[in-house]
């Protein structure tokens, strides 16, 4: 009973429950009237009015006790209202400031983000201007390289290693030894000239004397017992080194003669001197008569001087190429050592229809792998053998498929052709992501008038773009990777599973390309 009284009356207001008590009371008073009149009258209570009184009087107490209650609860209730309310507004403004401030970092955050974005475009841009310079500079290193192993190819000299130190100190050899065969020319000519002169005031035409008589030119027909009058002798001057072939010290006398006055000339090929390390180190002294002993008289029939210092030098024998010259195919330079030979410097060249010679970049093993950049050039390779002391034997030189250009194999061009009739040719490869060492397979797809890459995880495009005269692929030496740049210098390292699979790609691409700048040069014309 009290309690729900008590939830009845939590709903009331002051006003309401004012009244309410206020009526209780009269009606207690009144009720006590009659009962104090009775008693005072008729000094009797009734029991069961008595009865109902005090059982009214203790609920008005109930009731009001309650409603005291009630009213500290509502004020206790305002004052934690207003306090609420306090608490509210409070939060309210820390939220509204947060939200400023989160507001603020977002601008600030995409303002930071636009200026890395710019930042980040500069930086691409000046990747690829440096990656083009990087790309110049290693062609032009490329062809520098090429084009001081060439020189020293043709003097003999081949460095054990394609770098700058050992490139730079066969350099010096070569120019130690040109200094050395220039310094001991000049030495002969004076050394030549002096016995002309002196053979000229002495006036001594004996047969044993063959140096001065082979000099001057002196040709007997039929013995050395003729007449010596009809033969002329040339007055030595000073201009014959001009005269003379700088690689060759005594070519043969006919460069020192004069044509107009020899009517027989003869031409005999003296050795030419050849520079050796350990004497030019240990100063050696060439005297003039040690180097005229290397004038020989002619002998009948023969008209080639034979070296016997060739002879002792390291050399190979049955020196052959085994494998099939077509791409993707290995080729193997093999041969027999002889007379000391315990090392042989290899080198792989490709020779160009200009004439030229291209030495191929790292092919400096004696086994090679064919690759599409060998397609319609000649191939050779050049083996110089050497021995413990480091002297060098003569340059052995062999073309790969019988000096022809290298073709496809019938397999490989049936598919090629068949990709360039369909139009389209796709190849699983492998790409290398950026800033990382992880390869992501993607399909390389090529077509007639491009190419694009596409994930194979996700499905996503990477890169398109059409053919263009500035798209290139570098191939590097026995691996099957390769590295396509595109037009705009972006550089995309691939490699396949197999060297003939990327052989393929790589000509099929070729192909395409060649095919897509015909049609737009047609297009223009």
């Not at 009269?26 to 009149?37: D, E, H, K, L, M």
């Not at 400023?100 to 990747?127: C, P, S």
């Not at 008589?213 to 033969?231: A, D, K, P, Y």
């Not at 690689?247 to 004069?258: F, K, T, V, Y």
């Amino acid at each position: 009973m009290k309690s729900s009284g008590r939830t009845s009356l939590l709903g009331l207001a002051d006003e309401g429950v004012q009244p309410q008590s206020s009526n209780t009371m009269q009606r207690s008073n009144f009720g006590a009237q009659p009962v104090q009149r009775d008693t005072i009258g008729d000094g009797k209570l009734n029991f069961a009015e008595d009865k109902e009184a005090m059982v009214l009087y203790s609920k008005m107490t109930d009731q009001k006790d309650e409603i005291q209650m009630l009213r500290k609860q509502i004020a206790a209730a305002g004052v934690r209202e207003l306090q609420l309310l306090s608490e509210k507004y409070a939060l309210e403004r820390k939220f509204s400031e947060l939200r400023r401030a989160i507001d603020d970092k977002q601008n600030e955050a995409v303002t930071a983000a636009l200026n890395e974005l710019v930042r980040r475009k500069g930086d691409l841009e000046e990747n690829f201007k440096l990656a083009h310079n990087l790309k110049l500079v290693d062609d032009e290193r490329y062809i520098f390289v090429s084009s001081i192993l060439g020189l020293l190819g043709e003097h003999g000299i081949w460095p054990h290693a394609v770098n700058a130190s050992a490139i730079s100190n066969s350099v010096k050899n070569l120019h130690n030894e040109l200094q050395w065969k220039i310094k001991s020319s000049h030495e002969r000519i004076r050394e030549l000239t002096s016995t002309v002169g002196s053979q000229m005031e002495s006036g001594n035409h004996d047969k044993d004397n063959f140096g001065p008589g082979i000099l001057t030119g002196q040709f007997h027909h039929q013995s050395m017992g003729h007449n010596t009058n009809h033969h002329n002798f040339i007055e030595p001057s000073d201009n014959m080194l001009g005269r003379m072939p700088q690689n060759n010290i005594a070519e043969g006398p006919s460069s020192m003669l004069d044509n107009d006055r020899q009517p027989q000339p003869y031409n005999n090929n003296f050795q030419e001197f050849e520079f050796n390390h350990d004497s030019f180190n240990k100063g050696l002294n060439v005297r003039a008569q040690e180097m005229t002993k290397d004038l020989r008289p002619p002998s009948n029939g023969d008209h080639e001087m034979t070296s016997s210092i060739s002879d002792d030098r390291p050399g190979i024998e049955g020196f052959q190429i085994v494998g099939e010259a077509a791409p993707g195919e290995r080729l193997l330079g093999c041969g027999y050592p002889v007379r000391g030979t315990s090392l042989c410097m290899f080198q792989w060249v490709r020779h160009l229809d200009d004439g030229t010679r291209q030495y191929i970049e790292g092919a400096t093993n004696p086994e090679y792998i064919v690759t599409a950049d060998d397609v319609d050039k000649v191939i050779a390779v050049e083996c110089i053998p050497m021995d413990d002391q480091g002297r060098q034997g003569e340059l052995v030189r062999l073309f790969a498929n019988g000096q022809r250009k290298i073709k496809s194999d019938p397999d490989m061009q049936s598919e090629i052709d068949a990709f360039i009739s369909s139009g389209e040719a796709s190849f699983s490869v492998l790409l290398l992501m950026d800033s990382s060492e992880n390869w992501e397979p993607i399909d390389l797809v090529l077509q007639r008038s491009g190419y694009r890459m596409k994930s194979k995880i996700t499905d996503e495009p990477i890169f398109a773009e059409k053919f263009s005269k500035d798209l290139s692929i570098k191939i590097p030496s026995g691996s099957t990777q390769f590295v396509l740049t595109s037009s705009d210098g972006t550089s995309f390292p691939l490699s396949t599973s197999t060297v003939r699979m990327r052989e393929t790609l790589v000509l099929t691409l070729r192909m395409f390309q060649s095919k897509a700048l015909d049609d737009k040069r047609k297009g223009r014309a």
